[in-house]
């Protein structure tokens, strides 16, 4: 039986690297972006389209397919593999984070998180136990720990007790995994996230206390909440130090075009975020030369592609002009080709990034990808 994560490449100057995640949904090459399916879909995106696109795995939400459908329709769909026809892995955060933004309609105890829905303004309540639970009945491939999102800034009080918190949860949800058999008969797996904000000494306890949990992967949380870029790159590089080498390692919420390929350099294997289909839905599209607003004017009567260098159906069959028209006058499929063009975009720079670190290229591809996108040196 094949190894859960097995590193396969390595970069000789940075610590980027190339993996294979097994799971009982098919393999995943790393490093890999996942697209958010919020409510068990991509937005404006069919899973025929995402598998074409490059998708290997995507994320849903708990928190949201808690709500709405529910619990028991997932389960007598049979999870949500079924239940939206994806026959590809799924990770499922644990709600941790959606809760977390929910002030002003939560309150978190030592047991769990009490909170109203943004729906109806009905009560509920997030243990670790129930999230897992919950997470179970999904039938997610990857599941995470139900962990806080302590808020930036906050005090390094504060941050401490978030860490134990944290840490308490984490081995109250992998008690809980461990002594519940799979619903669906196959096997799922359990993430520890790292909290600790942007103190280094609180992520140590934080990764020290979960290592010796021995997960088989590892998330960075709490982090792209409004720290500055160079505080979070600088975090992410001492965090990575701490996770150990055999393991995959996911940065939460993590982003832009320029931050994957930094992070991958830091040693970062997985990302998730809601950028590329929410500011597709906005006009931005992303290209190898940067971004662009295809809404913007001056693209009124241009009739080049997203991206001359880009073959996604998008790029192969319409302009920025018709993009443009299609965005203006509300109509879906403008909405859908922008989609498809910046998951494709995104699914090829990871995959760009793969094919360099393996040919021992990837320090000077990440060079000129961040020179054409005109971006400062970095030092990590």
Not at 11 to 30: M, P, Q, V, W
Not at 67 to 93: C, Q, V, Y
Not at 248 to 265: F, H, N, S, T
Not at 363 to 375: A, V
Request: glycine share 8%; charged share 20%.
């Amino acid at each position: 039986m094949r190894d859960f994560f097995t590193v396969v490449h390595s970069d000789r100057a940075t610590r980027a690297r190339t993996g294979l995640l097994s799971t009982a949904h098919g393999e995943i090459e790393t490093p890999v972006f996942m697209p958010v399916g919020t409510q068990g879909s991509v937005k404006t995106c069919s899973p025929h389209e995402l598998v074409e696109l490059g998708s290997q795995i995507i994320l849903g939400n708990t928190y949201h397919l808690y709500l709405r459908p529910g619990e028991e329709i997932m389960r007598l769909a049979g999870g949500l593999h079924h239940f939206s026809n994806w026959k590809r892995p799924i990770l499922t955060d644990s709600g941790g984070y959606q809760v977390y933004s929910l002030r002003g309609l939560r309150r978190i105890t030592e047991n769990g998180v009490m909170f109203q829905s943004h729906l109806d303004g009905s009560y509920h309540e997030f243990t670790p136990e129930r999230s897992v639970e919950i997470q179970l009945g999904l039938g997610a491939d990857i599941m995470m720990v139900f962990d806080e999102c302590p808020p930036y800034p906050c005090t390094p009080e504060y941050v401490g007790q978030s860490v134990e918190r944290t840490t308490t949860w984490a081995r109250q949800c992998l008690d809980k995994f461990k002594g519940t058999e799979p619903y669906y008969g196959f096997c799922q797996s359990l993430f520890a996230i790292v909290q600790g904000s942007t103190i280094a000494s609180l992520r140590k306890r934080s990764a020290e206390a979960l290592l010796d949990m021995d997960f088989p992967g590892y998330a960075i949380g709490g982090l792209s909440i409004g720290e500055p870029k160079s505080v979070l790159f600088e975090i992410v590089d001492f965090t990575v130090d701490l996770l150990p080498r055999n393991k995959p390692r996911y940065l939460m919420g993590m982003g832009k075009p320029e931050d994957l390929v930094e992070a991958i350099a830091l040693g970062v294997d997985m990302f998730d975020c809601v950028i590329p289909t929410r500011n597709a839905r906005k006009g931005q599209v992303f290209t190898w030369n940067g971004p662009l607003n295809v809404q913007k004017a001056r693209h009124k009567a241009d009739f080049l592609p997203i991206d001359e260098n880009c073959y996604c159906y998008a790029c192969r069959n319409f302009t920025r002009a018709y993009i443009r028209h299609l965005l203006h006058a509300q109509e879906v499929l403008g909405m859908r080709l922008a989609t498809i063009h910046n998951l494709f975009f995104y699914h090829q720079l990871v995959a760009r990034a793969r094919e360099m670190i393996e040919k021992g290229t990837f320090s000077s591809w990440r060079g000129e990808f961040r020179e054409r996108y005109n971006l400062k040196p970095l030092t990590v």
